[in-house]
């Protein structure tokens, strides 16, 4: 197959391209002119395409000739709403636009979504697929941008994936975490008892795939996890095995502490002109007890099963970040 994967050069999308190589298929990689493309540059079968999903028309160029879409490209920091609803939703909405001008006969679309779009779980059980409650102006982006991909439902052959936290090597918003451990300092929110779902970055990748040739309906929405709920101070106490140090220093920060920190690191972001990811809407994410979702849908419809589960994909990572010089 030939596939275009919008957000390449990022940590999911390095993932998908990589799986796609490997099992011998063709990638066009949409990429800005500033994306660091080292990465890319060492897989087989890798074509660039110069653009971003808030241009139609590089959109257009690259669509030509593919097989399927999968779109992982996305902000998860910005400097305002707007800029979260014009690359999430309106990114979204250009790829749709110029898949229908440019490639009507394709296999499939596959867009990413997220865990988000549904919100937390009130009890700490999986929330349902129709759940629709986000609480952050990027999870009510990317439900606008589900939203998108639905509509086009019967126009072309959809499908949408909603990832909880996804983790692994490349990745660097989880690496805050093994960096803190490495330094031994461990804070964290709360008692440290909520709860949640992850997925290791290979294997969400392998659904996207498989999402292509899978034989479900167009419009239907899929949860992507490992298969396991998981208690954070528990999950910190595995990436210190993972790193084989001891946080010497562990404290719960208090959420009004957090939200000081929060107002704090979003003025530094208005002084430098530069998104940030602690802010006090990410607060309303952070502040949550439960971020739970269930695979079995997915694993059932799209013949996908998750291989890699938290303790061994946080070996996995840690040995990615000390080999690459991370830590």
């Not at 897989?43 to 097989?67: C, P, Q, T, Y």
């Not at 000390?322 to 830590?327: A, H």
Request: charged share 20%; with cysteine.
């Amino acid at each position: 197959m030939r596939v275009l994967v919008t957000g390449a050069s990022g940590f999911l999308g390095s993932h998908v391209a990589e799986q796609l190589s490997q099992q011998g298929h063709t990638v066009v990689a949409l990429v800005r002119k500033s994306s660091n493309t080292k990465f890319l540059k060492t897989l087989r079968n890798v074509e660039f395409a110069s653009g971003a999903v808030e241009d139609r028309a590089s959109i257009v160029a690259a669509v030509k000739g593919v097989d399927a879409v999968i779109h992982s490209a996305g902000v998860v920091k910005a400097k305002s709403p707007e800029e979260f609803h014009a690359v999430n939703a309106g990114g979204t909405e250009n790829v749709l636009a110029a898949v229908k001008e440019a490639a009507p006969g394709v296999k499939k679309v596959v867009f990413v979504s997220s865990l988000t779009v549904a919100g937390p779980s009130p009890d700490g059980k999986a929330v349902s697929i129709d759940s629709r409650n986000p609480v952050t102006h990027y999870g009510r982006s990317k439900l606008a941008a589900e939203d998108a991909v639905v509509a086009e439902k019967d126009n072309l052959p959809v499908v949408v994936l909603r990832p909880p936290m996804i983790y692994g090597p490349r990745d660097q918003e989880s690496f805050a975490f093994f960096q803190s451990v490495s330094r031994r300092f461990l804070p964290y929110l709360g008692t440290g008892e909520n709860t949640m779902s992850v997925i290791y970055g290979s294997d969400a990748a392998i659904a996207c795939i498989k999402a292509i040739t899978a034989d479900v309906p167009s419009g239907s929405r899929y949860f992507i996890d490992d298969g396991k709920v998981y208690v954070w101070k528990e999950m910190l106490a595995d990436i210190e095995a993972a790193l084989a140090r001891k946080a010497f220093i562990r404290f719960s920060v208090p959420f009004s502490v957090l939200k000081a920190a929060a107002f704090a690191s979003e003025t530094a972001g208005k002084l430098s002109g530069k998104a940030v990811m602690l802010t006090r809407d990410k607060v309303n994410e952070l502040s949550a007890a439960h971020w739970v979702c269930d695979s079995t849908d997915a694993q059932r419809d799209l013949g996908w099963s998750p291989e890699v589960d938290w303790k061994k994909g946080t070996q996995l990572a840690a040995d990615w970040y000390r080999e690459n010089g991370w830590l």
